[in-house]
């Protein structure tokens, strides 16, 4: 076992790495292996039943509710998922270019066991797999994870290095490593990740790829062990500073239905991938107590806090709970995007909370932005307490500052009309990425309100990019 020294940089370095490009639709990956009733939940909202030989694309969530399956992506790469599993692909494309193939995955809960492919071998950043509470890099071509509030992972071949907001745990061939949450280090344990091997298909089995490529999500290191970052990001993108907007959304910790945030022009303190704070002068701040999640891809982050101390701004004084935000640098110039309307699919979430306490799960959807009228629309399928929400809404830009403000008007899954709102702005030097925070009620018992918040990324080229 050995212990990496951790620094904020080190971290934003890596999940600087795993910078999406716009996604790609085409087939990721054929099922091989049902059992029980497995489902897909596109990017558009869409619910569909997998069995063997079904395809999967870049923006689908799998979720095996009470089954089981196995999966094998164009690279050769096996992922064999547990009952109780959700697992997005974020962004796959395969065409044996390094600078071009990606793999980016999140397991928003569950337990999944997979042999690595071909992916990554000439470029080890381009594959990476993330959770709310760590990042799993692998050095090797076999592990196994759970996942629920808390991560448990096991390596089968290689080594494997496992980072969150408190640093990095490289651990060795056959070792376990436990991780509590987003801000506590890593550590060994005697306890494997007990998981069944990949089941075989339903054609007769599988013989997984034996290798020895090597890999590493989300990050990568040369010789001298300093991490490498992939060409065209800046290291310091989305690091503390000034000139920054946060849009929260979130409860209080007294049942209520809490409110909204929106701060423009703040300085935040960034660290780990997470925001930990922004502070608007004159006394006014808005401070994390416990972070649970924190993301970013360069441009915009996300996460969410389980509770918040404010003061000076409109939630001051208020026991919060549950904030879930975005944070990012507005787009200066609306206007030189040339009156265009573009489109947006979804590129990283918060797993949604509710005021009733049911659980939330995967989250998939679409926004589009008309650049000549400064219209937005927007649609979102939300799962929560074992139920899928569709909402949709829209609202206005305004061209001024690069906010976003709208209603939600449709929800299917609510018992009545629903009551909620969205809120955002659009961030990148040419729009690159829009992010929400969203509130709505589904007058459903034990749900009730859901919260969360959602980064989207421009799959529309905006003067050739």
Known sequence: MSQTPFTPARLALALAAAFPLPALAVDAARIEFTAGEVRALGADGTSRPLARGARVASGDTVDTGNGRAQMRFSDGSLVSLQPQTQFRIDQYAYADKPTDDRGFFSLIKGGLRTITGLLGKANRSNYRLTTSVATIGIRGTEFSVTYGNSINVTTGDGAVDVCNGAGCLTVED????????????PVIIDVKTDLPPPPPSN????????????????????????????GGL????LASGDGYYVYGQYTDQYGGYGGLVTLNGVATVVEGGALRSADGGSGSALTAVSVVEGQQDGIIGWGRWASAACSGFSCDGEAIADLHYVVGRPTPDLAALGGVSAT???????????????????????????FANYGTTMSLAVAAGGQTFGISGSGSIDSSNASIAGSISGC???????????HGF????????????YGFDTSVGGIDKITGAAAFTRVTPINGN
């Open 174 to 185: 056959g070792q376990s490593a436990y991780v509590a949450d987003l801000n506590t280090m």
């Open 203 to 230: 054609a007769g089995g599988i013989d997984p790829p034996v290798r020895d490529d090597v890999f590493i999500v989300a990050e990568e290191r040369d010789d001298d062990g300093q991490l490498v970052v992939l």
């Open 234 to 237: 800046d290291p310091d993108a």
């Open 344 to 370: 947006y699919n979804l590129s990283g979430a918060t797993v949604p909370t509710t005021s009733g306490g049911a659980s939330g799960g995967a989250v998939s959807g679409t926004l589009t932005a008309d």
């Open 412 to 422: 299917s899954g609510c018992l009545s009309t629903p009551s909620g709102s969205f």
């Open 426 to 437: 659009l961030a990148g030097p040419m729009a690159e990425r829009a992010g929400i925070v």
